[in-house]
């Protein structure tokens, strides 16, 4: 009897591991498949730095990010810049070229608003950072996104002009279908640390964290079982 019930046991302990299984997807900011500009905001150029750490010369228009933590952004000079796109998943992480003087941002999701101040005190010039994050939702619906700017930050470097200048690096979110999504990707150097942040992975580290509970199961099943003879 033992014998018949114990395949049964070890099948249904690889679904258990797979039902828990999730995994990150970023999108950059350059992936317009996926996400919409408007008002002014779009692709925009990383200055080139010197071996001296200077920015180097002809490059008009350029963004000041000595940190290199990305090679693509979306940014714009007006206050009607916005983002928008879809995603379904379960959480959702915002991470943005940001610096002192960067305006107070609202990110819209389903219809309900939230703000996110942008300014970082003491980071002159631009560097990245999580602008938004937050988690708990419905992982089975499909979420419609809008990050707009709300205007100056009260915690700006008030020696300067406010700023209402928009910036999108990328936007990651917790899927835990377990589907491979291919997108165009960035790199940030400081990017949302979720569970685990590296695409491809994160079912496997659920996985192996699932495993002492569930070989405990496996133990008290294998008890019971023979209680029963």
Not at 36 to 49: E, L, N, Q, R, Y
Not at 77 to 86: L, M, T, V, Y
Not at 104 to 114: A, C, K, L, R
Not at 140 to 152: A, D, F, R, W, Y
């Amino acid at each position: 009897m033992i014998l018949a019930i114990l395949p049964l046991i070890t099948f249904f302990i690889p679904g258990i591991i797979l039902s828990a299984s999730a995994q990150n997807v970023t999108v950059g900011s350059n992936n317009t498949s996926q996400i919409t500009f408007g008002g002014g905001a779009g692709d925009a150029s990383i200055c080139k730095i010197d071996p001296d750490g200077k920015v180097s010369p002809g490059q008009p228009g350029c963004y000041n990010a000595p940190s290199m933590c990305t090679s693509s952004v979306a940014m714009g000079q007006s206050a009607d810049g916005f983002a928008s796109w879809k995603f379904k998943g379960s959480a959702l992480y915002i991470t943005a070229l940001l610096d002192s003087e960067s305006p107070e941002f609202t990110v819209t999701i389903d219809g309900n608003s939230t703000d996110a101040d942008g300014a970082r005190p003491g980071t002159i010039p631009f560097d990245c950072f999580t602008l938004f994050s937050t988690a708990g939702l419905d992982p089975n619906v499909e979420h419609t996104v809008n990050l707009t700017i709300k205007g100056p930050s009260p915690n700006r470097n008030m020696t300067f002009q406010p700023s209402t200048i928009f910036s999108l690096v990328n936007y990651t979110y917790t899927t835990s279908d377990g589907t491979n999504t291919t997108t165009t990707s960035t790199s940030s150097g400081s990017s949302p640390s979720p569970s685990s942040s590296t695409t491809g992975n994160n079912s496997a580290a659920l996985e192996h964290a699932q495993v002492p509970g569930i070989l405990s199961a496996f133990v008290l099943a294998t008890i019971a079982l023979m209680s029963m003879v």
